[in-house]
């Protein structure tokens, strides 16, 4: 019986230790190929920037004479209006390497400042559209929501908010409309938002 057990002790050892190796091994590997790319994208020159996605904004649809008494809300249409002067392009997803890459490592500080005016909108948005809603203003906040949501946002309270509003305005139909959007996400948020329209999806059963 002692020989048995010792015997499966090794060979469960050896198993460890197989995996640990081969694992390692992989992991080494990977590393190899992120440094190569890095390396590539480093000695990438400078591309054109035309075949960006900018954003524009619709300030002039946007709510910009609602609750003017409530200071964080002004502050929000500052934010808005600074950003529609600048360029926005979401780059969710998409690793510094790969912009590098794309458009070439002088750009990428540029690339940055647009990703983070991408980030700072949408945050903005959503933020903007809670107060509007808490406040009784529903229309206004389903259509800073939607804009969001048509930019390919991975904010979930955007999501979720906008669902909240389709059931109360009693079209929970339009809740399909999000699924195709949220499924394309190229985002680590992307499972979690398609689970929260399941869930408002079920709630209206």
């Not at 996400?185 to 979690?192: C, G, H, I, T, V």
Request: proline letters at 4%.
């Amino acid at each position: 019986m002692n020989f048995i057990l010792n015997a499966s002790a090794l060979i469960f050892s050896a198993a460890v230790f197989l995996y640990i190796l081969k694992s390692n091994k992989k992991d080494a590997h990977s590393q190899d190929d992120f440094w190569e790319r890095e390396r590539a994208a480093n000695s990438t020159r400078r591309k054109p920037l035309d075949d960006l996605d900018y954003i524009k904004l619709p300030v002039e649809q946007f709510p910009m004479t609602l609750l003017e008494d409530v200071p964080k809300v002004e502050d929000y249409k500052q934010i808005i209006l600074s950003l529609s002067e600048l360029p926005i392009v979401n780059f969710t997803g998409i690793s510094n390497t790969e912009l590098k890459l794309r458009y070439g490592a002088p750009n990428i500080d540029l690339l940055i400042s647009y990703d983070q005016n991408y980030t700072l909108l949408v945050r903005t948005l959503q933020q903007w559209a809670q107060v509007l809603y808490d406040n009784g203003y529903i229309d206004e906040a389903r259509q800073l929501l939607e804009f969001s949501v048509s930019t390919g946002t991975d904010v979930s309270a955007t999501y979720r908010l906008l669902c909240q509003i389709y059931r109360e305005q009693n079209t929970p139909e339009k809740i399909s409309n999000l699924y195709p959007i949220a499924e394309m996400l190229n985002s680590a948020m992307q499972k979690s938002i398609v689970r929260t329209l399941q869930e408002a999806d079920q709630s209206d059963d």
